[in-house]
């Protein structure tokens, strides 16, 4: 292959090189360049995108807190229909004396 000398020949072959799947080594060994000069060519090309690429915007986040996993619940129903929903954790003797207390 003849070596290219124009920046836009070089161009289009380091993409050829992105293209190819193929080490640095690999590409220039097969098209007959110095595998320094294609590198310089990957890195001004690389570079040179960079700088059209549109620019990272960050956005502001506020952190919140893991929701708690719910707790099991006990739930007592009354013989006049009212329904008591209290966590396993409760003390019995304190559901105990308020369903005794809220049945008079």
């Known amino acids: 292959m003849s070596k290219p000398v124009e920046k836009q020949e070089w161009f289009r072959v380091a993409e050829a090189f992105e293209a190819s799947g193929l080490t640095q ?3 220039a060994s097969q098209r007959g360049l110095r595998l320094s000069t294609l590198q310089s060519w990957v890195y001004r090309r690389r570079r040179q995108l960079a ?6 915007r960050l956005l502001p986040v506020e952190v919140a807190g893991t929701p708690q996993p719910r707790t099991a ?3 007592v129903v009354l013989a006049s229909g009212a329904c008591l929903r ?3 954790d409760t ?4 559901v105990a004396r308020l369903v005794t207390a809220l049945g008079r």
Do not use: G, I, M, N
């Open 25 to 27: 080594q690999e590409f």
């Open 51 to 56: 700088r059209k690429a549109e620019p990272v």
């Open 73 to 75: 619940l006990l739930e």
């Open 86 to 88: 209290f966590s396993t």
């Open 91 to 94: 003390d019995v003797e304190y």
